[in-house]
Structures are given as structure tokens and as C-alpha cells.
């Protein structure tokens, strides 16, 4: 209880958004209405936003559309009983922010400050229910600190590594990426061609977790249901970048001077047609080639090659519709297990180094990109399997030129001729281990400390935070080294095992890192002893519903997902799975239909919006646009439309209320009730459109009828409340309510006023639709063929033949069997 007690009498002035929003907004923040307890004796209800990068632009309008529907679900939770969880903070490390420093020469953690400051201040004008008394924030060193001790987890069960391999490496942000961080072969912060670099890198080994993220997205509850209620698309683009293949891990022993013991392998998902390899190709990259330029007579084409191919993105070596280029390694050639055939043995650009074994068996006569490479270069093409018609044959037929093997199926053969190969059947993945170095300042400092005596020493853990200290120059070098390698002061450390000089990790982790687990941190976020307490934990997870974009389905999802599952493996988390249900949010375009930015010129800001039109009408405007998942352009003319249906239900409040007791006709309960029923069952479903349609409908309806009590009133205005907060809160206070409509029950439907005065029965005859009728809901069987029988449509149909059965369903149709 916080309001004043407002006379229901008292008479409305015009409808004034600017006071009437400032006013509630003050008040909800002063009583404190949207603070969330640990109250484990209700049900709770735990809804997210993935949390923003707090960019120097501030939000435009396409930004809160999630924060809106999300909102609309937490209020509407809360006012059925829910204990409800629907927290904010701040994904604030990383790239996107340290290169807005550096554009306006800020020291990132004072823009940071800055940038926050302004989105809270945007998303508070909007009107959201968060409970800010638990805003996370991931530069914050009490929560980084935990970010650094899930890593130190990792390290201590062998899942975080230091590796010397090739990397993504963006020439303009002058760091390292992992492959999640790549669209079409470029950076995707800044749209330039990434190269390959060798570079010192930690690596979070998320394959071996591959077959259980795959796996889980189909683990379904003992109802049937499934346990991630996530869309299809999103499922599917995941199974497709974890990439899962079944097939045989071969070796070829290469024949040449001084390699008597070398070997290549190969992973194939045809080790059917091994008797149709005429060559085997390795990638530039793959480390045995160094070893064999020694050994080859054509060292300087091979090197000139290689030098070439460092050029060429990996989205351009693998493209079908350009011409495949190689160099064979004269001089060597590998030895066929299944024939004993040499064949020779080239470097390519079409295989890339980190997929599957780096090398691959050539069988041109059986897959098209070896079949073009072939054809090129006139090498051997020898069919193994049945064909009419033209080569390649990429089916799956009867084995030819197979030796013992013909006349097999050659799918049937591929384990056996695995065996007969003396290879091994293997599961692979496409999902390449998460490359966790950043050679950047504004990032987690990875804690362990290099030491000449002891390696790689862990930070302990009664040290953490590792903080990043304050410098001046915060620029990356290029040079494969962190800024942070220039300060010695707190570069140069003991080492915490001998007490030796040592060295701090100069590297930091990727943005990726504290939003791979702060959903967490919002169940116990001033925790200063664990991550999360255990039984809040418990009661909060998982998170029940989470909003945000498609874009990260291959990043964030995989990511937290991983970290979720070690989390659980380590005892620290209760479920398997963060998220129960998942959806993303459809784009709002500019006008001109281009995505908003300041480059295009399309940018609206919501501040103005809010400023005319107020935010309630921002809000339904938006929730209105289309169905949420889809992309729609933003028009400024048309948030007329929400503003004008705001003043009608303004108006309502001082033309239609009629005394509590008063006879209202039967017409308004059953506007009321079904609007309720309509409503409820739309925003579960997400169907934000159809439910303000629904209430836009009902306000029609009610206004053509003339009157409604108090009591119907204020139901139709906790309807709208969780759309419409700041208005509806104004309203119910103005009809004698102490309480806020945001803590008051949600409505339920009456089901006697859900009922149809009369239902449309479609008429069939021989199951073809021939005419309708109406009828009150719950006619008898017998009454409704007879209207059947005798309806002026259908007479024609059936005057001449013989009726031999009617198919009645009560309350939808007729269906006469003629013969």
C-alpha cells in the first residue's frame, strides 16, 4: 500500500503522458513495487533479456521491442501469483567498447560509465519493471572475479589450454577471433578479411562437450514435450555449427627418401570408395608439410603456394563455385591401405586445416569438388561404384573395381572396408575448440601467471580478482601482444608455487566470456562467497523465458550452453540447460527499410518518441507493429493509431463508468470476459499483436454499448496495464484504488459469459462443403441434421439420390452421405 486515495469522483483533466509517466515512475522507484525476494513459497517465474553492450549511440527504437515483450510478461506473471525475476545489467567488456574508446580517446572504463549511465536512463523512461538493486554489470571486478574462477575451473579439469596453432586473426582490431566470431570469412565487429596467424592463444576445449549440446537440443520430458522450447531455425543453425559426422579415420604412409615412418590421415565419411582414392591433398597449413618440403623437389612452388593461399579467406577456398587451385609434392607419394596403389600427394586450397584431420583422400570419380581438381590437373579418375550416365557419382550404389568388395552395397561396405583398411570409425565434429584469447586491454585478465621454473601456475583463488590496472595507453599493438605486456609493474609478479620472478598472462578474454554466465549472477548478485548460493540457485533455474536476437545462436547459446553444462558437471548448477524457453526478437527496420544506423541516416530515437507521444503509446505501438518474431519497418506515422487508442480508453474512464450495482447489459460481461480469455492465452503465446487488437476491439465494442461498471472497468485496465503501465496505474488510482494495478490479481474469464449466442454449422455433402446455418451452441444431434435436411442450398444435392448416413459433430458440421 503506497498511493494516496484518490476520490473516484474526482474529474480527469486531459490525457497528459509527460506528468502522468514522470509520476509513476518516481513512485514505483521510491516504494520499491518491482523488487524481487527470495520467496521460495510462491511459484516463480524467471524472465530474461540478453543484456545490451551499452554502445556510445545510446538505444534507438528497435532496441526495446524485446525489453517491451518481456516486460508485458514479468507484469502479467506478477499480477497471477508468480514471484517473478526480471533483472537488466550490462555486457560492457570487449571489442565494440574498447574501439569506442579509442574512436574517442576515453579511457574505456570512464565511456563505459558514461554509456550506462544513458541506457539506464533510456530504459527507466520506458517504464520497465527491473529490480535494479540486482544490475550486473561484467567490468565490474566483484563480478569478473567469478568470471576468472570459472576459467581457473576449467584449467584445473584440463578444459582450458595454451596452444601455438594457426588462429583468426583481424588485421584491423589486430586480434584474435574464434571461428563463432567470423560472418562470411570476416571479423564481424568491423567487416574486414580475416587471416590466419600463428599466435599464442588460450582455448577452451567446448568439443569436448560437443555430443552432449548436440544431444540435448532433442532430450524431450516425460510428457513428450521438449525440454528446450526454442524455435526450430535457432535448433537447427546450432546442429549445424557443432556439425556432427560419423565416418573412418584412415592413414596413408607416405613413400619418399628418410620418411620411412611417416604418415598421413585422412577422415572420410566414404571410406566405401577407398578403392577409387587417386591422390591425397593436405591443407597448406597442416604441420606435416613443413616436415616435407625437405624431402620434395619442388620446395620453392610449394612455399611460393603457401605464401599465396595466407591471402585467401577460408569462405573463399571453400566456395563451389570457384576454381579449385593445388601443387603436388613431387618427390613423395602416399600408399593406398586397400591396394597398395601410390598415389600422389598434393597441397590445396579447398581443405582447410581445422576441419576434420587437415587431409583428405581424393576419390574424383565420386565427390565433384575432387572431380573439378582432377579434371584440372589430368589426374587418375577410377569409378568404384555401378553408374549409367556421367561421372561424378555421388550416390551410394553397388561396389565396382573394389576388389573382394564387389558386388557389395557400397553403404553397407564402409565399415567393413574401414576395418579392411585397418582405420577406425570416429564421430567428428564441425565445432572447433573457442579460441579465448584476446590480445586487448579491455577484457577479463586471464588469471594464471607464466613462471620459468614451475609453467603455467593458476592464480589462487583467494586473489581474485585479477584486476586490470588503470593505464594510459590502451591501443592494441598488432604485434601479437596484449597492451598490458607494457606494464611491468604489474606484469612482473612472484609465482604463487616458488615465489620466483614470474610473469602475469598479458592476455584477456573475448566479450563472450561474462555473458556466458550472468544469468546466474542475477539469482545472488552480491554473493561475496560463491558464484551463486546454492539453494537460490535451486529455486531460480532455469531461466523460464528468454528474449533476444537470432544472431547469437551460434555464439552466446553455444557458449552459455557449454558453460552451463561444466557448471553442472562441477556441482555448482542444478539443471543441464540454462534456458527453458527461448525467442527471438524480429528486427524494427528504418523507414527506408535498412537496418537503423547513423550511417544510413534512419535512426529514431526513442527518447523523442517518448517525449511526444509518451511511452505507454511507444510501447503498444511496438508490440503492436507485427508478430514479434518477424522484421517490420519502423513508421513514425502510424504510432498515431496507439496514442489515439491510449485517449479512448482515457475517455472511458469519465463517459462509460456507471455505479457498481448498476444494470449494465449482458453484451459487456461477455466483451469483458472473452477479451480476458483472448488476452491471457496471446501474451503466454507471445502474441503481443493480437492481444492489444483484441483490447482495441473490446474498447470499440464497449464504446458502441455505452456503459460498464467500475468493477468491468478496472478489469479491462489490468489487461492492458502490462502494455500499457503508466496509464492504466493513473486510472485505477483515480477509481479509489490504494493498490497498484501491477500487484493486483490478474483477471480470470467467467465461463459463462464465453459462450456464443450461435455457432456456424458447415454443411457437407459426400464431404464437400455446400452450404451453412446458424445455431445456439449445444443443439441436439437430431435438431441440426434437420436444419441440414431442410436448408434452401442444399435440397439441390441431395433431391435425386439416396441419403445413406449423416454425420453430425455438434457445434461445427453436417456431413450427408449420398449414394
Not at 132 to 155: A, C, G, H, K, M
Not at 754 to 765: F, G, M, P, R
Request: glycine share 6%; charged share 25%.
Amino acid at each position: 500500500m503506497y498511493m494516496k486515495k484518490d476520490s473516484p469522483k474526482t474529474s480527469l483533466v486531459a490525457y497528459d503522458h509527460v506528468s502522468i509517466e514522470k509520476k509513476w515512475q518516481n513512485q514505483w522507484a521510491s516504494s520499491k513495487i518491482y523488487k524481487t525476494t527470495d520467496d521460495t513459497t510462491k511459484e516463480k517465474f524467471y524472465v530474461l533479456d540478453m543484456f545490451p553492450y551499452p554502445s556510445g549511440e545510446g538505444l534507438h527504437v528497435g532496441h526495446p521491442k524485446g525489453y517491451i515483450a518481456t516486460d508485458i510478461i514479468s507484469r502479467m506473471k506478477r499480477m497471477q501469483g508468480k514471484n517473478v525475476l526480471h533483472p537488466m545489467g550490462f555486457d560492457a567488456f570487449g571489442l565494440p567498447a574498447e574501439n569506442y574508446a579509442i574512436k574517442t580517446q576515453t579511457h574505456p572504463e570512464v565511456a563505459v560509465k558514461t554509456n550506462v549511465a544513458r541506457y539506464k536512463k533510456q530504459l527507466e523512461i520506458l517504464g520497465f519493471d527491473y529490480d535494479w538493486s540486482r544490475e550486473v554489470n561484467t567490468t565490474d571486478p566483484n563480478y569478473y572475479r567469478w568470471t576468472q574462477w570459472i576459467f581457473l575451473q576449467l584449467y584445473k579439469k584440463g578444459l582450458a589450454f595454451e596452444s601455438y596453432e594457426p588462429i583468426n586473426w583481424c588485421p584491423v582490431d589486430k586480434t584474435g577471433l574464434a571461428n563463432e566470431d567470423i560472418e562470411n570469412g570476416r571479423c564481424e565487429r568491423c567487416g574486414t578479411l580475416v587471416e590466419k596467424k600463428p599466435m599464442r592463444q588460450w582455448v577452451l576445449k567446448i568439443t569436448d562437450y560437443a555430443e552432449r549440446l548436440l544431444a540435448d537440443l532433442d532430450v524431450t520430458a516425460a510428457d513428450g514435450t521438449p525440454v528446450l522450447d526454442w524455435p526450430t531455425s535457432i535448433k537447427e543453425l546450432q546442429r549445424n555449427w557443432i556439425g556432427r559426422s560419423e565416418g573412418a579415420e584412415i592413414t596413408f604412409k607416405i613413400e619418399g627418401s628418410g620418411l620411412a615412418h611417416t604418415e598421413i590421415k585422412v577422415f572420410t565419411t566414404r571410406p566405401d570408395t577407398l578403392f577409387g582414392v587417386t591422390y591425397v591433398v593436405l591443407s597448406p597449413e597442416h604441420a606435416l608439410v613443413t616436415e616435407l618440403l625437405s624431402h620434395i623437389r619442388n620446395t620453392e612452388e610449394v612455399n611460393a603456394y603457401i605464401s599465396e593461399i595466407k591471402n585467401k579467406s577460408d569462405i573463399e577456398r571453400t566456395d563451389a563455385t570457384k576454381e579449385k587451385t593445388g601443387v603436388e609434392l613431387k618427390g613423395i607419394t602416399a600408399i593406398n591401405p586397400v591396394n597398395n596403389e601410390n598415389v600422389s600427394v598434393w597441397i590445396a586450397d579447398y581443405v582447410l586445416a581445422d576441419y576434420g584431420t587437415g587431409a583428405v583422400m581424393a576419390v574424383p570419380a565420386h565427390d565433384a569438388r575432387d572431380f573439378q581438381f582432377a579434371q584440372k590437373y589430368n589426374l587418375k579418375i577410377q569409378p568404384v561404384i555401378s553408374h549409367e550416365g556421367s561421372l561424378p557419382v555421388i550416390t551410394h550404389g553397388t561396389l565396382i573395381n573394389s576388389g573382394k568388395f564387389d558386388g557389395t552395397s557400397s553403404e553397407e561396405a564402409r565399415k567393413d572396408m574401414t576395418s579392411f583398411a585397418g582405420g577406425t570409425w570416429v564421430t567428428k565434429y564441425k565445432l572447433r575448440d573457442w579460441v579465448f584469447s584476446r590480445q586487448r586491454y579491455w577484457g577479463e585478465p586471464i588469471p594464471v601467471i607464466h613462471c620459468g621454473k614451475c609453467g603455467v601456475v593458476p592464480v589462487p583463488e583467494s586473489d581474485l580478482p585479477v584486476r586490470l590496472p588503470n593505464v594510459t595507453s590502451y591501443e592494441p599493438t598488432g604485434t601479437g601482444e596484449s597492451p598490458l605486456a607494457a606494464i611491468s609493474e604489474w606484469v612482473n609478479v612472484p609465482c604463487p608455487t616458488c615465489q620466483g620472478p614470474a610473469k602475469r598472462e598479458t592476455n584477456t578474454m573475448p566479450q563472450w566470456a561474462g555473458s556466458s554466465w550472468y544469468y546466474l549472477r542475477y539469482e545472488d548478485p552480491h554473493n561475496t562467497n560463491a558464484l551463486v548460493d546454492s539453494a537460490k540457485e535451486k529455486y531460480w533455474s532455469p531461466v523460464d523465458l528468454y528474449v533476444g536476437g537470432a544472431e547469437h545462436a551460434t555464439r552466446h547459446l553455444i557458449y552459455a550452453r557449454f558453460w552451463h553444462k561444466f557448471l553442472f558437471d562441477i556441482g555448482v548448477v542444478s539443471t543441464n540447460e540454462p534456458f527453458t524457453k527461448l525467442q527471438h526478437v524480429g528486427l524494427i527496420m528504418g523507414e527506408d527499410g535498412r537496418k537503423m544506423s547513423k550511417r544510413f541516416g534512419n535512426v529514431v530515437n526513442p527518447d523523442d518518441i517518448v517525449g511526444t507521444y509518451g511511452a505507454d503509446t511507444l510501447r503498444v505501438y511496438e508490440m503492436f507493429m507485427g508478430p514479434f518474431d518477424q522484421q517490420i519497418a519502423w513508421n513514425t506515422s502510424s504510432i498515431i493509431g496507439a496514442r489515439r487508442f491510449i485517449e479512448k480508453i482515457w475517455r472511458m474512464r469519465q463517459t462509460l463508468i456507471v455505479e457498481d450495482g448498476a444494470t449494465v447489459p449482458d453484451s459487456v460481461h461477455k466483451v469483458i470476459h472473452k477479451t480476458v480469455q483472448k488476452v491471457s492465452e496471446d501474451i503466454e503465446h507471445l502474441h503481443f499483436n493480437t492481444a492489444i487488437s483484441s483490447l482495441m476491439i473490446a474498447a470499440n465494442e464497449l464504446e458502441k454499448i455505452g456503459s460498464l461498471s467500475k468493477t468491468q472497468f478496472e478489469i479491462l485496465l489490468k489487461l492492458l496495464a502490462p502494455f500499457a503501465p503508466h496509464v492504466t496505474e493513473e486510472l485505477f488510482a483515480s477509481l479509489g484504488n490504494t493498490q497498484s494495478i501491477h500487484t493486483a490479481p490478474w483477471p480470470i474469464p467467467d465461463p459463462q459469459f464465453l459462450t456464443s449466442d450461435a455457432v456456424t454449422i458447415i454443411i457437407q455433402v459426400n464431404g464437400k462443403v455446400r452450404g451453412s446455418f446458424s445455431a445456439p451452441p449445444g443443439t441436439s444431434k437430431e435438431e441440426l441434421e434437420r436444419s441440414a435436411r431442410q436448408a434452401p442450398d442444399i435440397s439441390k444435392w441431395i433431391e435425386n439420390g439416396k441419403i445413406a448416413k449423416v454425420i453430425v459433430v455438434p457445434n461445427r458440421l453436417v456431413n450427408i452421405v449420398m449414394t
